[in-house]
């Protein structure tokens, strides 16, 4: 029997191997100090058992219950944790945990409890015949299977010969759905979250299926009851992902299709369209990097201001930060960084006695022509036509 342990607290997970290890010598064990390593173990290894901390970075244990159900539904599941709060217990058991233990957990307790259920697990196996067995083996290396051809086959990738209509002759039309996520780090836990919740979803509206197709992306085929379905499954998908991504992403979708032979440039049209749609923030933090960065830009205008420096004052991805930088100021991030200059300048040029070119270095411009070029072209006048006309006014008033 495989037996996994899930916890980001080193003391607490070798604990548990050790004791596995010495007391049940005859079962493997594996660990995991994040649920990122959780879930590669799960899509490696025939796992039967975990016991999975409830609060870790990135996913709760019982997030990693919750998204494991659908493709792993015969684990047996133990919630460790230091909180005694009843609503955790709850939801584990809720969620079809066998127990639901506090750190720090006794010796006695864990090899009683973990005797139950090899036992219990032992017996379902032992009536479980051959060709189940074969058949869940089967199910799972079918899925997989999939998952490379329609990757291949959305990228339009010679397909060797293999003919489609085992993947998708069931599905005499369908959408697409092109998921993309915009991020530098490892994705394996998001496409974990993105592939169950999106087939949940369309298992409401109707049949199909979902297949990572890249790092960053990944495509769902949906059959609807009612074509009216569509709508709200890209609703309820955009809503469960903001809550539970912690990155920003899109979501693309086709008209109906009936040729099969339209998927791979439906699927470029998609990829196209992604590069001009602005990505959904996963926050609401997406105010307050926008308001951090100007105040960063307003404080350090005569100095070099790239996107990607500004985007890494906010911690945030270039890509997504320009996007969100348009969404909530309504302009480009240069064209905002070209006006804050000159309105700088502007007041510098009526409110001091510097020289044009002490003002030009001071808003951003080492090149004191470039500067001028660049203000004449905004305003209609050069930086000493601009002082001129502006002192006669105020001389008037």
């Given at each position: 029997m495989?037996?996994?342990v899930?916890?980001?607290e080193a003391v607490?997970?070798?604990?548990?191997e050790?004791?596995?290890?010495v007391?049940f010598?005859?079962h493997?064990?594996?660990t995991a100090a994040?649920?990122?390593?959780?879930?590669e173990l799960?899509?490696?290894k025939?796992?039967d058992?975990?016991?999975?901390?409830v609060?870790?970075?990135?996913?709760?244990g019982?997030?990693?219950i919750?998204?494991?159900?659908?493709s792993h539904s015969h684990?047996?599941?133990v919630v460790i944790?230091?909180?005694s709060?009843?609503a955790?217990?709850?939801?584990?058991l809720?969620?079809g945990a066998?127990?639901?233990?506090?750190?720090p957990?006794?010796?006695?307790?864990l090899?009683?409890?973990?005797?139950?259920?090899?036992?219990?697990?032992s017996e379902?196996a032992?009536?479980e015949n051959?060709r189940?067995?074969?058949?869940?083996?089967?199910?799972?290396?079918?899925?997989?299977?999939?998952?490379?051809?329609v990757a291949?086959?959305?990228?339009d990738?010679?397909l060797?010969?293999?003919d489609?209509?085992?993947f998708?002759?069931?599905?005499?039309h369908?959408?697409?759905?092109?998921l993309?996520?915009?991020?530098?780090s490892?994705l394996?836990l998001e496409?974990f979250?993105i592939?169950?919740?999106?087939?949940?979803?369309?298992e409401?509206?109707g049949k199909?299926f979902?297949a990572s197709v890249?790092a960053?992306s990944l495509?769902?085929?949906?059959?609807?009851?009612e074509?009216?379905?569509l709508?709200?499954?890209?609703s309820?998908l955009?809503t469960h992902l903001?809550?539970?991504?912690k990155?920003?992403f899109?979501?693309?979708h086709?008209?109906?299709i009936?040729?099969v032979e339209?998927?791979?440039e439906?699927?470029?049209?998609?990829r196209?369209?992604?590069e001009s749609?602005?990505?959904d923030?996963?926050?609401?933090?997406?105010e307050k990097?926008v308001?951090?960065?100007?105040?960063?830009?307003q404080?350090?205008?005569?100095?070099e201001?790239t996107?990607?420096?500004?985007?890494?004052v906010?911690?945030?991805?270039p890509?997504?930060?320009?996007q969100l930088?348009k969404?909530k100021?309504?302009n480009g991030?240069?064209?905002?960084?070209?006006q804050?200059?000159?309105?700088?300048a502007?007041?510098l040029l009526?409110k001091?006695?510097?020289?044009?070119g002490e003002i030009?270095e001071r808003v951003?411009?080492p090149?004191?022509?470039?500067?001028?070029?660049?203000?004449?072209?905004?305003?209609?006048?050069?930086?000493?036509?601009?002082r001129l006309k502006?002192?006669a006014a105020m001389?008037?008033?």
């Amino acid at each position: 029997m495989n037996i996994l342990v899930v916890d980001d607290e080193a003391v607490i997970r070798n604990g548990i191997e050790r004791t596995i290890r010495v007391n049940f010598p005859q079962h493997q064990v594996y660990t995991a100090a994040s649920p990122e390593e959780a879930v590669e173990l799960l899509r490696q290894k025939a796992i039967d058992l975990v016991l999975t901390d409830v609060l870790m970075p990135g996913m709760t244990g019982l997030e990693l219950i919750e998204f494991s159900q659908r493709s792993h539904s015969h684990i047996r599941w133990v919630v460790i944790s230091a909180h005694s709060e009843f609503a955790y217990a709850q939801e584990a058991l809720r969620l079809g945990a066998k127990d639901y233990l506090l750190k720090p957990i006794g010796k006695e307790i864990l090899i009683g409890k973990l005797q139950a259920l090899c036992d219990e697990i032992s017996e379902e196996a032992a009536q479980e015949n051959e060709r189940t067995k074969e058949a869940r083996l089967l199910a799972g290396n079918l899925r997989f299977l999939r998952e490379a051809v329609v990757a291949r086959w959305a990228s339009d990738l010679d397909l060797g010969g293999i003919d489609l209509k085992p993947f998708i002759g069931n599905y005499p039309h369908f959408h697409l759905l092109l998921l993309c996520m915009e991020s530098d780090s490892d994705l394996r836990l998001e496409h974990f979250i993105i592939e169950n919740v999106m087939s949940e979803l369309i298992e409401t509206e109707g049949k199909g299926f979902v297949a990572s197709v890249d790092a960053k992306s990944l495509l769902g085929l949906v059959t609807l009851q009612e074509e009216e379905g569509l709508g709200r499954l890209i609703s309820q998908l955009r809503t469960h992902l903001k809550r539970y991504l912690k990155i920003p992403f899109q979501i693309l979708h086709t008209d109906r299709i009936t040729d099969v032979e339209s998927v791979p440039e439906q699927v470029r049209r998609m990829r196209k369209s992604s590069e001009s749609q602005v990505f959904d923030h996963y926050s609401s933090g997406g105010e307050k990097a926008v308001e951090v960065a100007m105040q960063y830009i307003q404080a350090n205008l005569g100095s070099e201001l790239t996107l990607e420096k500004v985007a890494s004052v906010v911690f945030l991805n270039p890509v997504y930060f320009s996007q969100l930088f348009k969404q909530k100021t309504g302009n480009g991030f240069k064209e905002s960084i070209t006006q804050l200059r000159l309105e700088r300048a502007m007041e510098l040029l009526v409110k001091s006695e510097l020289k044009i070119g002490e003002i030009s270095e001071r808003v951003g411009y080492p090149d004191v022509r470039h500067f001028s070029q660049i203000f004449r072209k905004k305003t209609g006048c050069t930086p000493s036509e601009y002082r001129l006309k502006e002192a006669a006014a105020m001389g008037k008033s």
